[in-house]
């Protein structure tokens, strides 16, 4: 009955019918949603229906073509009926023996973006060495970024987990790069101010010859650089830093490379689009979020290494109910995480690869990525209106005019109406509108009528 409502809602949606969203104060939300009564008095499964079109009524559809704020997937039938299954059956597989069947399939997953990367998959008893890559999935990309920077610090630090972070270490990483980076670093002790930022560009692409400066110029100072981070792409802008570049400066000194592809990897599949990511196997350590172009719900995301055993360092525990000895069966990924209980995350890419196919995953991407670029060409054309570069994945960022408060008004007021979703980024310190074609529906009409609608809306 519910899925029948959500797949009925999800269809509208997709026809480009209703409003992307419809934003409401909550106490408006909670006396539509009869919040208190339900929970006083309690619901029948016949109150059910009409509550759950209520809500559907309030949630942000992202089938809709005109959903196009965020990196956020509209999820493929595999990953639901994953969800349906572990909501159902509630595997907290970081434990081999609380979720078997859950815990092997995370490891084909892990397995299998290992190898799309280059890297040699790890066997599933967990007996890896330091030929064999490893992979954990994670809730989120930011945890995945954590856990990356983790295994980084053991690495240059291995006292770092008993004695704490010494004061030399820094990270090097791109104004431009996500802001779980940055937190990271101040959950690890490093605190925010060891995130030495690295040299970009006017479209805030990082400039690989400076890498190297900025490793010598650190270590000359007494300051010890524990990684290098590039985006693969960048959240704001979709662009991608340059990968291969990179790797070979931080080979050269020895410095850790991470690799923040959590949009970008997917493009790993396509033979046309993966010259993007070009040189992500030299990296120490990459973080892929499934839960974006592989189009599975929120969340999935992996932590990728290169060499197995970063793992091993990075972790250590005791918990004398849940570590004692060699497991019988198989590896417990839960000496891989930040997380103890854990959802049974890897049958969302399985299901999606076994049902739609890699095939079919590989031409989403591809499909988004092109239809982007013509986006670009059809906005550059509009008068008044400006794209900042040409786009490198399925993210735009484009302007009206060239005040940055108005882009920031126009979205607001497209919001409100409900009729288009975008969202806003700053590139080179000047405020654009932002778009992701993260919808399979998005078409040139649509593009045409946001334009249209900001022209309009621009008009005092
Ligand atoms: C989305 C994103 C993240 C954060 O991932 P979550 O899954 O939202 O935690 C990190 N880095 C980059 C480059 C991203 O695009």
């Known amino acids: 009955m519910a899925a029948e409502r959500v797949g009925r809602a999800n269809e509208l949606a997709a026809a480009g019918s209703g409003p992307v969203v419809d934003l409401a104060a909550p106490a408006q939300i909670a006396a539509e949603l009869d919040l208190e009564r339900w929970l006083a008095k309690g619901m029948t499964a016949g109150d059910l229906a009409g509550f759950i079109d209520a809500y559907l009524a309030r949630a942000i559809h992202l089938p809709h073509p005109r959903a196009l704020a965020h990196q956020v997937a509209v999820p493929n039938v595999g990953a639901a009926v994953a969800d349906l299954v572990h909501g159902a059956i509630n595997n907290p597989m970081a434990i081999y023996e609380m979720g078997p069947g859950a815990a092997t399939v995370e490891l084909a997953v892990t397995n299998w973006m290992l190898t799309h990367i280059g ?39 291995p006292q770092a987990w008993d004695s704490g972070t010494p004061h030399d270490l820094i990270v090097l990483a791109p104004p431009s790069s996500h802001y779980s980076i940055a937190r990271a670093a101040s959950i690890l002790g490093l605190g925010s101010r060891a995130i030495w930022p690295l040299f970009t560009d006017d479209r805030d692409v990082l400039v690989a010859e400076a890498v190297a400066e900025a490793i010598d110029a650190a270590c000359a100072d007494g300051r010890r650089p524990l990684a290098v981070v590039v985006n693969a792409p960048s959240t704001a802008t979709g662009l991608h830093d340059p990968v291969r570049a990179v790797a070979e400066i931080c080979r050269e000194r020895g410095v850790w490379l991470h690799v923040d592809a959590a949009h970008g990897a997917a493009a790993l599949l396509s033979s046309r689009e993966r010259a993007h990511l070009d040189g992500i196997d030299l990296a120490d350590s990459v973080t892929w979020d499934a839960h974006k172009m592989l189009r599975t719900s929120g969340l999935c995301a992996a932590v990728l290494f290169r060499d197995t055993r970063s793992f091993d360092i990075a972790f250590r525990q005791e918990a004398s109910y849940l570590f004692y000895g060699e497991p019988d069966f198989g590896l417990d990924l839960i000496t891989r995480t930040v997380e103890c209980t854990k959802a049974g995350l890897g049958l969302k890419v399985y299901l999606a690869l076994a049902l739609d196919g890699e095939a079919a995953l590989a031409a989403y991407v591809e499909d988004r990525y092109a239809a982007t670029r013509r986006f670009a060409e059809q ?18 960022c484009f302007r009206y005019g060239r005040d940055d408060d108005l882009q920031v008004a126009l979205r607001r007021r497209l919001l409100r109406t409900g009729s288009f979703h975008l969202s806003s980024a700053t590139i080179a310190g000047s405020r654009y509108l932002r778009m992701t074609v993260m919808s399979p529906q998005t078409s040139e009409d649509d593009i045409a009528a946001v334009l249209d609608e900001i022209t309009d809306t621009a008009v005092p």
């Open 119 to 157: 890297w040699r998959p790890q066997p599933l008893d967990g007996s890896g060495d330091g030929r064999h890559g490893g992979g954990v999935l994670t809730h989120g990309g930011s945890l995945a970024n954590l856990t990356a920077l983790l295994a980084a610090r053991a690495a240059a630090a």
């Open 379 to 396: 906005i550059a054309t509009r008068p008044g209106f400006e794209v900042a570069y040409s786009p490198e994945s399925n993210i735009l």
